[in-house]
């Protein structure tokens, strides 16, 4: 059984930065293409980013492309999420999540393995 621990969350003002990472433990992070999704109160869990297991292929939401960055780091079975040029909007509970697959998916119903959720806060 895999474990999701996200951390890295916070409160920023608007047009800060901050590193979510996700810590998988149970199986190695190599056998999963990662996730990144958000939840604001009263809102749907929508998709933020992804990323295949070797780290080639990355695609993004529209509305965090171009500030916010995934990666991750296999050999430390970590994912991260670099998020620059925060705006009020990007406010939620941030969450990781994992799939076994070769395919690319932005469907949280395609991700069996989720965290509890790290809180992003952005003032303005």
């Known amino acids: 059984q895999v474990q999701v621990v996200e951390s890295g969350g916070g409160l920023v003002q608007a047009g800060g930065s901050l590193r979510l990472s996700c810590a998988v433990s149970?199986?190695?992070?190599?056998?999963?293409?990662m996730g990144w999704f958000r939840q604001a109160p009263g809102k749907e869990r929508d998709f933020v980013a992804q990323?295949?297991?070797?780290?080639?292929?990355?695609f993004y939401a529209d509305s965090v492309k171009g500030r916010f960055t995934i990666s991750r780091d296999n050999a430390k079975n970590t994912l991260y999420l670099q998020m620059n040029s925060l705006k009020p909007e990007d406010t939620a509970l941030y969450y990781c999540?994992?799939?076994?697959?070769?395919?690319?998916?932005?469907?949280?119903?395609?991700?069996?393995?989720w965290g509890q959720g790290t809180q992003v806060t952005v003032s303005s």
């Open positions: 999540a994992a799939r076994v697959s070769g395919t690319s998916s932005t469907s949280t119903l395609d991700y069996p393995y």
């Open positions: 990323i295949t297991w070797r780290g080639i292929t990355t």
């Open positions: 149970g199986r190695p992070i190599s056998d999963y293409n």
